[in-house]
């Protein structure tokens, strides 16, 4: 892929192949150079699809809880490549295990994945962008973000850390310039593993009753183009069938 040291970037961490993808495309569609990063998995598609906008992606298997990957990640992009103008942590972690059956090996892991390596991330993130007195760093939160389910005390732990930390970190470096946001997806976004867990709704809804990631993504972007005078902190998502 071509790359530019000139060129602005918007680093999408947990590119997975419908939000994270989404999010993608809709800031390629825009200029910004992507990277994307996967832990595992086939970039193909998402690459063609960013080409196919007429833009430009790198993409890298990198896992956001190990310190040394997100930090040289960052360094390299911001030698390489181009300023990070935009940082969206979009790596999940949804597992339900009743409490009695929720080992201390699920429950690190994702506390790992949501909330450690959303600092380490949004860390590293900040630390480029104070130096320019501006950027974004955007999170992806869930339902478990602001309340906790039977069966879903792990991800409801780690979703509950991660918009603590976004919370956080907005007080604290909104008055430098640094636009923290944190989205609230509340409600099951359309793809296969939605339509196995959940085919009760997909049979009750009509076709728009289900979260379509490129409109959430358009969520993201308009975050993005707040001005200053007037920034959210943090908006929920749902379609107009979902109760609440």
Same mark, same amino acid.
């Given at each position: 892929?071509?790359?530019?040291?000139?060129?602005?970037?918007?680093?999408?961490?947990?590119?997975?192949?419908?939000?994270? @993808?989404?999010? =993608?495309?809709?800031?390629?569609?825009?200029?910004?150079? &992507?990277? =994307?990063?996967?832990?595992?998995?086939?970039?193909?598609?998402?690459?063609?699809? &960013?080409?196919?906008?007429?833009?430009?992606?790198?993409?890298?298997?990198?896992?956001?809880?190990?310190?040394?990957?997100?930090?040289?990640?960052?360094?390299?992009?911001?030698?390489?490549?181009? *300023?990070?103008?935009?940082?969206?942590?979009?790596?999940?972690?949804?597992? @339900?295990?009743?409490?009695?059956?929720?080992?201390?090996?699920? +429950?690190?892991?994702?506390?790992?994945?949501? !909330?450690?390596?959303?600092?380490?991330?949004?860390?590293? @993130? =900040?630390?480029?962008?104070?130096?320019?007195?501006?950027?974004?760093?955007?999170?992806?939160? =869930?339902?478990?973000?602001?309340?906790?389910?039977?069966?879903?005390?792990?991800?409801?732990?780690?979703?509950?850390?991660?918009?603590?930390?976004?919370?956080?970190? !907005?007080?604290?470096?909104?008055?430098?310039?640094?636009?923290?946001?944190?989205?609230?997806?509340?409600? *099951?976004?359309?793809?296969?593993?939605?339509?196995?867990?959940?085919?009760?709704? +997909?049979?009750?809804?009509?076709?728009?009753?289900?979260?379509? *990631?490129?409109?959430?993504?358009?969520? +993201?972007?308009?975050?993005?183009?707040?001005?200053?005078?007037?920034?959210?902190?943090?908006?929920?998502?749902? *379609?107009?069938?979902?109760?609440?």
């Amino acid at each position: 892929m071509t790359q530019s040291n000139h060129k602005k970037v918007a680093l999408i961490i947990g590119a997975g192949d419908h939000l994270g @993808s989404a999010i =993608a495309r809709r800031f390629a569609r825009e200029g910004f150079h &992507i990277v =994307a990063t996967r832990r595992r998995g086939d970039f193909g598609p998402l690459t063609e699809a &960013i080409e196919s906008l007429g833009g430009t992606a790198t993409c890298v298997h990198s896992d956001a809880r190990d310190e040394d990957e997100v930090t040289a990640l960052v360094e390299k992009i911001e030698s390489t490549i181009g *300023p990070i103008e935009v940082s969206v942590f979009n790596v999940g972690g949804n597992v @339900s295990f009743p409490i009695l059956e929720t080992t201390s090996r699920v +429950y690190r892991k994702v506390w790992e994945m949501c !909330a450690f390596g959303g600092f380490l991330v949004g860390r590293e @993130s =900040a630390r480029v962008m104070l130096a320019r007195g501006r950027g974004t760093i955007l999170f992806t939160g =869930a339902t478990a973000s602001l309340r906790g389910k039977d069966g879903f005390a792990a991800f409801a732990g780690g979703k509950h850390a991660l918009r603590a930390l976004a919370e956080s970190m !907005a007080r604290e470096l909104g008055p430098q310039g640094i636009h923290i946001a944190h989205v609230v997806i509340d409600g *099951p976004i359309d793809n296969e593993n939605s339509r196995q867990l959940f085919p009760e709704i +997909y049979a009750q809804r009509p076709a728009e009753g289900i979260l379509q *990631p490129d409109d959430i993504a358009e969520v +993201y972007w308009n975050i993005h183009g707040q001005n200053r005078t007037a920034w959210t902190f943090e908006i929920d998502v749902r *379609p107009y069938t979902e109760p609440w």
